[in-house]
């Protein structure tokens, strides 16, 4: 993600963030499989990346990711109770 100078996120990135969303909601809707949904959405964002970012800033983001993974930030997405399966 492109930051402003001043380290905000753009305007658009809740607008965006809204439409995945609802793309996901449709998606389970149509009852694919979470993993697939997922697996889907990732490959598009990481095609959104490559077109958009060199090699270096792509693996940036991803080291980002990584780091929100092993941090416990995910759990905190699951909300209390929450399982790795749930979704």
């Not at 990346?49 to 930030?73: F, I, P, T, Y």
Request: hydrophobic share 45%; aromatic share 2%; proline share 6%.
């Amino acid at each position: 993600m492109q930051l402003d100078p001043e380290g905000v996120a753009p305007e658009d990135l809740s607008h965006a963030g809204a439409v995945v969303d609802k793309a996901i909601e449709y998606m389970l809707g149509q009852n694919i499989a979470p993993i697939s949904v997922a697996s889907a959405l990732l490959g598009g964002a990481l095609g959104m990346l490559a077109r958009s970012m060199d090699d270096r800033g792509v693996a940036q983001v991803l080291r980002n990711a990584l780091d929100s993974v092993e941090s416990g930030e995910l759990d905190e997405m699951r909300g209390p109770g929450g399982s790795p399966g749930a979704m």
